[in-house]
């Protein structure tokens, strides 16, 4: 990974001391009129609020940021070192080195919503927790995982913090080192959680395109007031692996096919979702869980066997998402983007997930053909295992749901929880199944004998043993001592 001022676009210099337009009056020209507008109420704010004539790092902090301290804080350090020095309305006075001017705000703006692509923005927002430097430290990886999740969700408002999720990312990424390379930080993240920072940076640009409407006392439009939404506390049940944080880990790791919202949605809804990130996030978290995600099994209230797991989860045709939880404090998570089955085969497409959530987060393995459930088919493996190396397989579970052996390890397996992530008529229809076979087998139960099926059953022969002789007069075939007499 390149220096990322190297990539960004042609009027961001890729080196302090490099020239941006001089004129103040170009740039304001070049730049989108919202953001004119923005610079100008964030100018004023400035000046009202603290009595200095630019843009202070309170007012980024408190309108762009949203009071999120350790983004605003890195974000507003990194663009002033980055832009300021090229502006000709840099302040000489010392007093004012943390002010921001016009100028500056503006190209480093452009800068920001130039930054497309998943792996660019990524890079950025390394390069502002590492303070431009070729390596970063364990706890500017953590502010940078925590600023991402807080701006996303609110995490002081959820009913227990979640530092040991976050944690697990730090853990994962760093290695066991102190310090990483922003290369390698880069390469680990786009591999386990390309979508780490996405809703960090939607955040920043939403605030640059529509902040000039949403800042109160700047328009004739009312303030609005919604913001990251309050997260509900999620039940007792799903406390652990449902957890908000962990929820919005996965919306950065998984496949959308696991997290896309439901079809039948109301404009009204698409509108607000376009218009404000956080729609997403407060539509997908809904008493700890995804509001399209439903809940198949809990082994906790359906029971913690393999029959009762396949009488929950089979016939479900649409993708799920398994969660594991083993001793030791071990998490782990399997995708399956297509319905489970019992084979002697490997079986899943090409998203089809393994995942360990905690102590450390990353994907063990992922691919076609890494699924294998069988309890019927006679002289194969039993049980369900994960992965494409027969000889070391990424996640193996016994027949009984006893152990979770990861890496050939074992581990005792406390619970499992399996949620569908597919559309309403995906459950319907899996429910409608389950009804049809139980009408079938009440029908195979009313099935009844006739005389001649009756005198060759079993049955037949067990009551005359137990000294119960019926009468033969029932049967349409004469009884053998009627038959006599009459001769």
Known sequence: MGNVASDLPQETPAKKG?????????????????LVKLAKILVVKSLAEDNLDGITENV???????????????????????????????????????????????????????????????????????????????????ELVFAAYQISTVAHHTCCLPDDILMAVVNSAMHGKESVSTKYLHSWVSQHCPRLVMWLHRCITHMLTVGHRTIPDNTDEGEDVRDTPVLDCPSKTSCVTLHP????LLTGTLPTIYTKQQKNQDLSSSNNLLLDPHVFINKMISAGSPTHWILLYNSENDGLSINRFQYHVFGYRSPTMMFITAEGGNLFCLACDIDWRDSKHFWGGENCLCMQLTPEYKIIESGAKIMYFNISSRGFPTGIQVG?????????????????????????????????????????AQTELKKREIRDVENRRKVKLNSSDWLDNPDRYLIELAGTRLSYAQYDTPAPGNSSKNS
């Open 245 to 248: 944080a962990l929820i919005w």
């Open 60 to 142: 980024f902090l408190k309108y762009v940021c949203k009071d999120n301290q350790p983004l605003g804080k890195r974000l507003f350090h990194y663009l002033m070192t980055r832009w300021q020095e090229s502006s000709e309305v840099e302040s000489e006075n010392d007093d004012l080195q943390g002010l921001m001017s016009k100028a500056a705000f503006l190209s480093s703006a452009n800068c920001l919503l130039g930054l497309l692509s998943d792996s660019r923005q990524l890079e950025f927002y390394i390069k502002v927790f590492a303070d431009d430097k070729e390596k970063i430290e364990r706890k500017d990886v953590y």
């Open 18 to 34: 490099l020239q941006l337009p001089a004129d103040n009056h170009t740039s304001c020209h070049d730049s989108p009129e919202f």
């Open 388 to 428: 494409k190396d027969s000889t070391n397989r990424a996640l193996t579970l016994d027949l009984n749901l006893t152990l979770v052996t990861y890496r050939m390890i074992p581990y005792k397996l406390q619970s499992i929880e399996v949620w569908g992530c597919g559309t309403c008529e995906a459950k319907e």
